[in-house]
């Protein structure tokens, strides 16, 4: 993975970001600006019928790479809620425990979709 090719890719990333928040702003569309550009990211990858671009491939591994530091502010806002939120932590913890099951669970279904549709690309060939 070279610097050209991260940057590119990221770049790549930032427009589709950028495509998918004016989107969002010019339509008023109640799904949020980032899902859009990677909905509209998507279709084109899939559109184009070749496969990843490596720059794409390098720019995506870095930011995933990175991915913890972008949790840290809201995680650090917790500290600094109000008084009256701190009486409602049961719920927040709940609300965070079963968005995380709920995150596992279609992961795994997705996952489980694909690798029935896609059998040859995970060598799950051998096992059947």
């Known amino acids: 993975m ?18 998918g928040e004016a989107l969002s702003l010019l339509t008023a569309a ?5 899902v859009i550009g990677m909905l509209l990211l998507f ?11 490596q720059w794409l491939t390098d720019g995506s591994q870095f930011l995933i790479r990175l991915l913890s530091l972008f949790f840290l ?12 939120f701190h009486r409602q932590w049961p719920a927040l913890l709940a609300t965070i425990v ?5 995150s596992l669970a279609l992961t ?8 029935k549709k896609n059998p040859a690309r995970t060598g799950s060939e051998d096992r059947q």
Request: charged letters at 5%.
């Open 2 to 19: 070279n610097l050209i090719s991260t940057l590119k890719g990221i770049l790549c990333l930032l427009i589709f970001y950028g495509l």
């Open 30 to 34: 109640p799904i949020p600006g980032a």
């Open 43 to 53: 279709a084109v990858l899939r559109l184009s019928g070749r496969p990843t671009p």
């Open 73 to 84: 502010p809201a995680a650090v806002g917790l500290f600094f809620l109000p008084a009256e």
């Open 98 to 102: 079963m968005a995380t099951l709920c």
């Open 108 to 115: 795994a279904l997705a996952l489980n979709f694909w690798v």
